[in-house]
C-alpha cells in the first residue's frame, strides 16, 4: 500500500494532482500539505496538513508518523516571483529540495520522489526550436537556475544513493481550478479569465511570442505516469522534455475569438518578455515518448474550450 505526500498542495499542480492520486490510491492514502490552506476539496476529500517544508525536523516526523512512500515535492517561488527576491527564491527552492532528498536517503521506506523542473532550464543559447533532450541549458533566470542545480542533484542522488526520484521539465501550465503565481507563461491562464471577466486584456508578452504550453489534464496524467513507469526503462535520471503544444498570444486569442468574437486584447511587456525570450518556443519530447509512453489529449482547440467553459462555471 502506498502512502503519498503531496509538499504543495495549495497550488496550481497540487491542488489537482491531489485529487487524481485519491481517485487512484485512496482518499485516505494521500496526505495534502502547504504553507497555506488548500481549496475545499484538496482540504475535505482527505488528510491535510499546514506544513513548511523548510522545516525540515516537521517534515522527517511527518514522513514517519503517516508511513509516507511516495513524495511529490511541488512547492516552488516560480521565474517571474523569483526575479523580485533572487536570493530568497534560490534559498527556498533549493533548500526544500535538499531536505526531501536528505530526507530520502535517512528514511529508505520512501520509496519514490517526483521533483518537477522546467523548461527554464534552458536559456538564450539553447537552440530555440525543437529544444533536443540533451542541449546548451544556460539559464539566466533565478528560477532557471535552481531548476538546473536540482536536476544535478536529483540525478546525484539517484546514481549516488540509489533513491527513484523522477521530473519532468514543464512548459506552461494551462489549468482553470487554482490559478497560477508568479510565473512567466501565467498570461496563458490570465487571459481566459480576463476574457470572460472583462472581455478584454492587456498581455505582458508581444504577441509572436511562442511558448510552450499544456493543459493540466494532460500534465497530471503524464505525471502519474512517468511515476508508475518501470524504473529500468527510464534513461534521464535528470528531468524529461514535455513538448505540449506551442503557440503564441496572437493565436491564443484568435482561438478564444471563435467563441468571443469581440475579445479584445492589447500588449504591454514588462519585465517577463525577456524571461519568455530566452525559453524555448517549441521543445522535442521523444525520449520521454520512447522510455514511457507519454502522450497527450489536448490541444490549442480543445484547450480553449475546456478553459473557458470550466472558467464560466467556476465564476457562476
Ligand atoms: N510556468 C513556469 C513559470 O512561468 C515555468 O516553469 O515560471
Redesign the pocket.
Known amino acids: 500500500m502506498e502512502n503519498i505526500l503531496v509538499i504543495g498542495a495549495a497550488g496550481q499542480i497540487g491542488s489537482e494532482l491531489v485529487i487524481a492520486l485519491r481517485k487512484k490510491y485512496g482518499n485516505n492514502n494521500v496526505f495534502a500539505t502547504d504553507i497555506k490552506e488548500a481549496p475545499a476539496d484538496v482540504m475535505q476529500s482527505g488528510p491535510f496538513q499546514i506544513l513548511d517544508v523548510m522545516d525540515n525536523n516537521r517534515l522527517i516526523h511527518f514522513v514517519i508518523r503517516h508511513k509516507i512512500t511516495q513524495i511529490y515535492h511541488l512547492a516552488a517561488v516560480?521565474?517571474?516571483n523569483a526575479e523580485k527576491i533572487p536570493v530568497q527564491a534560490w534559498n527556498i527552492n533549493m533548500q526544500s529540495l535538499m531536505n526531501v532528498l536528505d530526507l530520502a536517503k535517512e528514511v529508505p521506506e520512501v520509496k519514490r520522489i517526483f521533483w518537477p523542473s522546467?523548461?527554464?532550464v534552458f536559456g538564450p543559447s539553447t537552440p530555440r526550436y525543437s529544444t533536443p533532450q540533451f542541449t546548451i541549458t544556460e539559464p539566466n533566470t533565478v528560477?532557471g537556475i535552481s531548476k538546473l542545480a536540482g536536476e544535478r542533484w536529483i540525478e546525484y542522488y539517484h546514481k549516488r544513493y540509489g533513491i527513484d526520484i523522477r521530473s519532468i521539465r514543464?512548459p506552461?501550465?494551462i489549468s482553470y481550478k487554482t490559478e497560477?503565481g508568479g510565473?512567466?507563461?501565467?498570461y496563458a491562464v490570465e487571459i481566459f479569465y480576463e476574457a470572460i471577466r472583462k472581455g478584454k486584456y492587456e498581455c505582458f508578452l508581444t504577441e509572436e511570442t511562442s511558448l510552450p504550453m499544456m493543459f493540466m489534464d494532460d500534465a497530471i496524467q503524464a505525471t502519474i505516469d512517468l511515476m508508475e513507469a518501470d524504473s529500468t526503462k527510464l534513461s534521464v535520471r535528470s528531468s524529461y522534455n514535455l513538448a505540449g503544444m506551442s503557440f503564441n498570444p496572437r493565436e491564443l486569442t484568435a482561438e478564444i475569438q471563435k467563441h468571443m468574437p469581440d475579445f479584445n486584447v492589447t500588449y504591454k511587456s514588462d519585465f517577463r518578455q525577456a524571461i519568455a525570450d530566452s525559453w524555448p518556443a517549441s521543445i522535442d519530447d521523444s525520449v520521454a515518448k520512447e522510455d514511457w509512453g507519454l502522450t497527450y489529449k489536448y490541444d490549442i482547440k480543445a484547450l480553449t474550450e475546456v478553459m473557458l467553459k470550466g472558467i464560466r462555471e467556476k465564476l457562476g
Open positions: 516560480l521565474s517571474g522546467s523548461i527554464a528560477y514543464y506552461g501550465l497560477a510565473g512567466t507563461t501565467d
